[in-house]
């Protein structure tokens, strides 16, 4: 597995068709078209994609973020820096953990100051900005990789909502 596995399952999560073509996504994730492909076969040859490669087994998919995430691309908090929202400083987490300290992607076009936290791939930051969906799903990731247990507990559950029971 590499981090733009993760980014580009939620990404195909995310626009909910099994019927999505390599480019289009690349453009949407910031991602080259070989990143995707490769990153497609990876994904294969893990379970967390159907053999035509276009549909997310979510069920495993889950399985992967609830017990392995934090394992596989662990993250801790570092210098305080301008960026984007992420973990329980943005959406949906937001509006339930009261924080006086942010969680942010670095990111020169940020609007937030927070403990950086780097993003599972570089084009996060960008991509987030331009779909506030996507920003909700990658910030949930986040919390999963960074959070103390509460937070990792609501994230888990607000996930299981999205990717298994279709909210």
Known sequence: MKSQDVLLLLGIIRFERETWKQLPM???LGLSQSEV???VARCK???LLGL???KVMRQAFMEFLEYGLKYVFPQKPGAIVRGVPTAHSA??????II???AYVWPYGKGTVRGQAIQPLYNSIPSAAIRDP???QLLALVDAVRVGRAR???LAIEELKGRLLDGK
């Open 26 to 28: 690349a453009e949407a």
């Open 37 to 39: 492909s490769e990153a």
């Open 45 to 47: 040859y893990a379970g």
């Open 52 to 54: 035509k490669g276009k």
């Open 91 to 96: 959406l949906p987490l937001n509006d339930i």
């Open 99 to 101: 924080s006086k300290e």
């Open 133 to 135: 969906e996507l920003h």
């Open 151 to 153: 937070e990792r507990s």
